[in-house]
């Protein structure tokens, strides 16, 4: 179960009502952007789970050492945090399409050397350079291992419900074909097909999955979603520009990738925005730290705190040469949680607010309710703030751009 705690922040309550202002108009589908709301709920019919999905990862983990998934942005990033949280040593999918670098992809081809391997192409409009072009790549290395027929039964696409490029390749392929809903932009597809048919490659249960975001609204997640998007507008009117997602579990680092790019994309436009970055501690500790306690003052920090559920202890030494035998006999989760603790109360001394989301132990429903706790929190965020927080004309004017050079 989720909980959100805050400091008192001087003027939070204005800032509460304007939540829930904000998310009455979410809600009324009548606000900026509201042909994006289809992840909104996760109940509703058209965000079932798609026929054919589950037997499609299962056919693919059985006949494949390695399934490399082609994405990238919001056709990527969801399903790349949800496999590191709960699978992090993955090695059955592999991301490409998320660069341009020729030498990532003649690594990865002798990579599948020897190996069984398939395809899925996760593009909403198909015509994205960086998995265009890697598909290109993958897809002529699977025909030539597999010849023509066999090979249209390793590729599964994922794309828009109706036309577009990646809908005309994959019918002139005969490859499979799942959908990402019209309604549902890139940040938030990570429970649409685009997410759910890659984690389920990885093993993970997308029953729980779902079934972790279909829980959250029964809950109190959604007043402490409005919570979260109060504090941090209020904190951004205060002067506090930067978000700090500090993250004390290895395996979270694609989570705070993936909340970059939600609340970035979602909140950066019109001249505003709460600028997002993640902090990987305590390792960043040690190379941000000095920033974050004495650097410039215009920035908040959210702790996520996830207990791993580790049982392991610190062993006794014989010559406590390091002089850490007082930690013997404790678990390192335990002394991660007080590095939390230390490093919120230096910080917070330090002038950076502090807001801390705990996610207890997060399994795969846990992190259902996380992604749609997120979600939420941004769409309220950016309608408080005034902005879209469904369009990406900044990602468009890129691509158009990279269209116009080549
Ligand atoms: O959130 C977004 O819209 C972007 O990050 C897109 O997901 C990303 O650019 C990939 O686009 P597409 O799925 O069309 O290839």
Partial sequence: MLKFSKPEIANYDEYREKAEAAYRLLRSGTGKGSEFLGWLDPDAE????????IETAAEFSANSDITVVIGIGGSYLGAKAVIELLVPDCTRVVFAGTSLSGSALERLIKRLDGKEFSLVVVSKSGTTTEPALAFRVLERELIRRYGEKAAAGRV????????????????????????????????????????????????????????????????????????????????????????????????????????????????????????????????????????????????????????????????????????FNHLAGRRFDGINRIALDATKA???????????????????????????FFMLTCGVSGYISGVNPFDQPGVEAYKRNMKKLM
Avoid: C
Avoid at 46 to 53: A, F, P, S, V
Avoid at 257 to 282: A, H, M, R, Y
Avoid at 350 to 370: M, Q, S, T, Y
């Fill in 46 to 53: 058209q965000n079932r789970i798609e026929d054919g999905l």
């Fill in 346 to 372: 230096a910080h917070t001394e330090g002038g950076v607010p502090a807001l801390e989301i705990n996610a207890g132990i997060p399994d795969a429903a846990g992190v259902g309710e996380l992604l749609q």
């Fill in 156 to 323: 599964a696409v994922v794309t828009n419900p109706e036309g577009g490029a990646m809908r005309q390749i994959a019918e002139a392929g005969s490859y499979r074909i799942f959908t990402i809903p019209d309604n549902i932009g890139g940040r938030y597809s990570v429970l649409s097909s685009a997410g759910l048919l890659p984690v389920a490659i990885a093993g993970i249960d997308v029953l729980a999955l779902r079934g972790g975001s279909s829980g959250f609204a029964g809950s109190d997640n959604i007043s402490q979603a409005l919570d979260y998007a109060a504090a941090r507008q209020a904190l951004y009117a205060a002067g506090k520009k930067f978000e700090a997602l500090s993250l004390f579990e290895p395996n979270f680092q694609y989570f705070g990738e993936w909340f970059k790019q939600l609340f970035g994309e979602s909140e950066g436009k019109d001249g505003k925005g709460i600028l997002p970055v993640s902090l990987n501690l305590t390792a960043d500790l040690h190379s941000m730290g000095q920033y974050m306690q004495d650097g410039e003052r215009t920035m908040f920090e959210t702790f996520l705190w996830a207990d791993s559920g580790a049982a392991l202890t610190v062993p006794e030494s014989a010559h406590n040469f390091d002089g």
